[in-house]
């Protein structure tokens, strides 16, 4: 009886004993190498502009980067921030237009996802479309946005929300059409309505693929900020990157090219979260 409870109450003992070290290397792999590949960025960029094989137009040093940071976010000599506006200001008019154009983007590219996973000649008529848009880049369309919307913010929006939509839209779709039949017909023989199939069973199960679509729709939209802020985009991220590479003003356009960066890195860690939380049977992600 003893050697049966030893070996019983064994496996606990060890598993506390090497929980800490799983711990500690958990945080080592999350935190420590993100950590190490910044510090040898650094490095490596540092030495580029010491060595003097690109001009500091193509190269500037890491600390020209870092004043040009600080002088955007501050007002200095007179001259407040960047064209009149802090970096601050100029990224909150990104994250807006963005968010907008997002949201739109992706709420119409769910509702056409789970039509076209759900009506087969749906699926036909608007899959070529999708397809075409995905294939253009932003600038392709822009201008003509341009011409028919103006320059103020209507063509940002839509540029925005036109990236945002085929990829939403062709993730909730493949997601729909891969539904468990299994689930589909054992709901249905239950009696649930074609509505309550899609409710309770195509939803949920299609929320993993949809929340990828999303993801990949703020990526795509971050990657069409600087076009849609080509024009009048001052406030903006995109527009102070513009106007800054009009005068070779490479540090300025580092500091708009980071900020743009590190704050999709941090929407898209939120993006992270809410998937976890929306779809915990997903595991980890």
């Known amino acids: 009886m003893s050697t049966l409870v030893e070996a019983v109450e064994d496996p606990p003992v060890q598993e506390t004993d090497r929980s800490p070290r799983r711990t500690w290397k958990s945080g080592l792999t999350t935190v420590g190498l993100p950590v190490l590949s910044v510090i040898v960025f650094g490095a490596l960029w540092q030495l580029a502009a010491v060595s003097g094989t690109w001009s500091e137009t193509f190269v500037p040093y890491p600390s020209t980067v870092w004043n040009a940071f600080v002088n955007t976010m501050t007002t200095h000599d007179g001259v407040r921030g960047y064209q009149g506006y802090l970096l601050w200001e100029h990224l909150y008019m990104t994250l807006r237009r963005v968010l907008v154009g997002v949201v739109i983007g992706v709420g119409l590219g769910v509702l056409l996802g789970l039509a076209m996973g759900s009506v087969k000649w749906v699926r036909s008529l608007l899959e070529p479309w999708l397809t075409f848009l995905r294939a253009l880049p932003p600038l392709a369309y822009f201008f003509l946005l341009v011409i028919w919307l103006g320059i103020d913010e209507a063509p940002k929006i839509t540029l925005l929300a036109l990236a945002a939509l085929p990829p939403t839209a062709v993730a909730t779709t493949a997601a729909v059409v891969a539904a468990p039949l299994s689930l ?102």
């Open 184 to 285: 589909i017909e054992a709901a249905r023989a239950l009696g649930a309505s074609r509505a309550q199939v899609i409710r309770d069973v195509v939803i949920p199960s299609a929320l993993p693929e949809t929340f990828t679509g999303i993801r990949l729709s703020v990526g795509m939209a971050y990657s069409a900020v600087v076009a849609a802020e080509l024009f009048n985009g001052i406030p903006g991220i995109g527009g102070m990157v513009k106007d800054a590479s009009n005068y070779n003003n490479t540090p300025v356009v580092l500091v708009g090219i980071f900020a743009i960066g590190f704050s999709g890195l941090i929407i898209d860690g939120l993006l992270r979260v809410a998937e976890r939380r929306a779809v915990p049977w997903r595991g980890k992600v």
